[in-house]
């Protein structure tokens, strides 16, 4: 069993940055592919980033803005986010998939999430 957990959430202001911070435990997730989600109040949630061994996409609408990157060492993967829109507010999700995917029926473990609030 693999457990996620998301934190760097917060307030800040339009234009600002954060960093958002999943911490794996239970299993090594070196061999996974990790990715990024959101849902803002009252939509869906969708794709954000991914990230595996040589390869990373984003989502157009944050892509030179956000960066995921990590650490496998400690089973940690990150998202900054800089230029950040009131739009990008939501609460974000990482989750973890056996293979490079951008669908999230392809992640099988989630974390709870953390909100991120933009405000203009």
């Known amino acids: 069993q693999v457990q996620l957990v998301e934190s760097g959430g917060g307030l800040v202001q339009a234009g600002g940055s954060l960093r958002l911070s999943c911490a794996a435990s239970?299993?090594?997730?070196?061999?996974?592919?990790m990715g990024w989600f959101r849902q803002g109040l009252g939509k869906e949630r969708e794709f954000v980033a991914a990230?595996?061994?040589?390869?990373?996409f984003y989502a157009d609408s944050v892509r030179g803005r956000f960066t995921v990157s990590r650490d496998n060492a400690n089973n940690t993967v990150f998202l900054q986010m800089n230029a950040l829109k009131p739009e990008d507010t939501a609460v974000y999700y990482c989750?973890?998939?056996?293979?490079?995917?951008?669908?999230?029926?392809?992640?099988?473990?989630w974390g709870q999430g953390t909100q991120v609030t933009v405000s203009s």
């Open positions: 990230r595996s061994s040589g390869f990373t």
């Open positions: 239970g299993r090594t997730l070196s061999t996974r592919t």
């Open positions: 989750a973890a998939a056996r293979e490079p995917s951008m669908l999230q029926a392809d992640y099988d473990y």
